[in-house]
């Protein structure tokens, strides 16, 4: 399974947002992805503290982007989007506080085409991940169930 996703991949390179930017397990899948050509890593997150936080637990990030909610050039932008998107559920205001959430943020770069992918869930519940998804890009016409699924390699 995995070598026909890496396949695919390495014909189509893709960008893939980190929601948790600081957490070891994501540095170090970071890391591990920077190696390979396929999948460029997207952290979310403060890039002095994303950076620390590499540093000292022993990854090399280099070439990963690394994009703060708090200097993001485009915020207006999207939070102009993200009130179009909720249409009269949200305010200017409560899309400007969710954003500085990486869950909803992030979620945000993947529906502007900043990227291609959101992988969340290290420290954010499942709840947390999915509810800005359903929220901002939606299910598919037609499909109102949506899954989620663990990969757990030992």
């Known amino acids: 399974m995995f070598e026909f996703l890496i396949k695919k991949l390495k014909a189509h ?3 893939i ?4 930017g600081t957490d070891p397990r994501i540095l170090e899948a970071s890391a591990r992805l920077l190696s390979g050509t396929f999948l460029t890593p ?3 997150g403060n890039p002095a503290e994303v950076q620390a936080a590499a540093e000292e637990a022993g990854f090399n990030i280099r070439g990963a982007e690394i994009i703060d909610p708090e200097s993001f050039a485009d915020m207006d932008k999207m939070v102009a989007l ?5 249409k009269g559920k949200m305010t200017e205001e409560e899309c400007r506080k969710l954003l500085k959430q990486a869950n909803y943020f992030g979620t945000m770069l993947v529906k ?3 990227a ?10 499942t709840a947390d991940t999915v509810r800005p998804a359903l929220q901002i890009i939606k299910t598919k016409p037609g499909s109102k169930i949506v899954s989620s ?3 757990l390699v030992r």
């Open 116 to 125: 291609d992918a959101l992988l969340g869930g290290a420290t954010y519940s």
């Open 17 to 20: 947002v980190f929601t948790e």
């Open 112 to 114: 502007m085409g900043y």
């Open 82 to 86: 993200m009130v179009e998107l909720r």
């Open 42 to 44: 997207v952290l979310v």
């Open 13 to 15: 390179p893709r960008k």
């Open 149 to 151: 699924c663990f990969i």
